[in-house]
């Protein structure tokens, strides 16, 4: 079973990170995070489940 993350912003964000992440392996992820929620208007809920998505990946 897999959790997909709830609201088109949070899914633009991770998707946003993933394709980051690609052309810069080594970016620190708490800036990306930081950069994401920005970005994408999103809440500290969004940027704790956007933390748990990059250390699962």
Known sequence: ??????????????????????????KNHAKLIEEACLKFDLTPIDAEYLSNFLKNK
Do not use: C, D, F
């Open 1 to 26: 079973m897999s959790i997909h993350p709830e609201g088109e912003n949070l899914r633009k964000a991770a998707k946003w990170i993933s394709e980051t992440l690609k052309y810069e392996a080594g």
